[in-house]
């Protein structure tokens, strides 16, 4: 194994998708739960998730789906309440490895998540930047790819110019998976009482 590639958000990331269903239920949301998932997402998700959409056009599409006219900044606000803190132990042990193996990160994401994060990431940890710890970084918002979606590492390996079968890739979502083993890609699922800096696969 040469090359590992790391999913963000419940990986590095602590996530809890509640606290955003529950702030969206707080603005008259009754079903967004059902609209958008760590494992499903409406077609407004996806369009923000692939960068299709501005964050502008993302409110405005909530506020149809709501038909309320809620302010920018609570839409904001309860879009970005899942993002928690940061496993700083599993950030610091990506210094050690990125010795032995290249290390990379396949996210989807959004603008208005990247740049929260971004803030948080320097306030909490004291890291410049999240593209500093990897060779590269792919965030879904920038190549306007996703996961689960098999053009996405198919692009990804062509992009890093990375053999499929030298590659682990490590995500929390299964979902994610089926595609990546399709091209040969080694898998692990990261349980929620995992951490990366545990896993023997990696040490």
Excluded at 41 to 62: C, Q, S
Excluded at 159 to 181: R, V
């Amino acid at each position: 194994m040469k090359n590992v590639i790391f999913d963000f958000g419940g990986v590095l990331l602590n996530l809890d998708f509640n606290r955003t269903f529950r702030a969206f239920e707080d603005l008259g949301f009754a079903d967004f739960e059902k609209q958008f998932s760590q494992y499903t997402a409406d077609p407004l998700f996806r369009k923000i998730e692939k960068g299709l959409i501005t964050p502008g056009e993302f409110y405005d599409g909530l506020r149809m789906l709501l038909k309320k006219n809620i302010p920018d900044n609570d839409l904001e606000f309860a879009w970005n309440a899942m993002l928690l803190d940061y496993r700083k132990h599993s950030l610091d042990f990506l210094v050690p490895l990125a010795k032995k193996h290249r290390l990379f990160l396949l996210s989807n994401t959004n603008k208005i998540h990247y740049d929260h994060f971004s803030e948080t990431l320097r306030e909490e940890t004291g890291y410049p930047s999240l593209e500093s710890f990897f060779t590269k970084t792919w965030l879904s918002h920038e190549i306007h790819l996703r996961k689960p979606d098999k053009e996405t590492y198919e692009f990804v390996l062509n992009d890093a110019g990375i053999a499929a079968n030298e590659t682990l890739f490590i995500d929390d979502s299964y979902t994610n998976f089926p595609a990546a083993k399709e091209l040969g890609i080694q898998t692990h699922l990261l349980l929620p009482e995992e951490r990366i800096e545990h896993l023997e696969i990696l040490q």
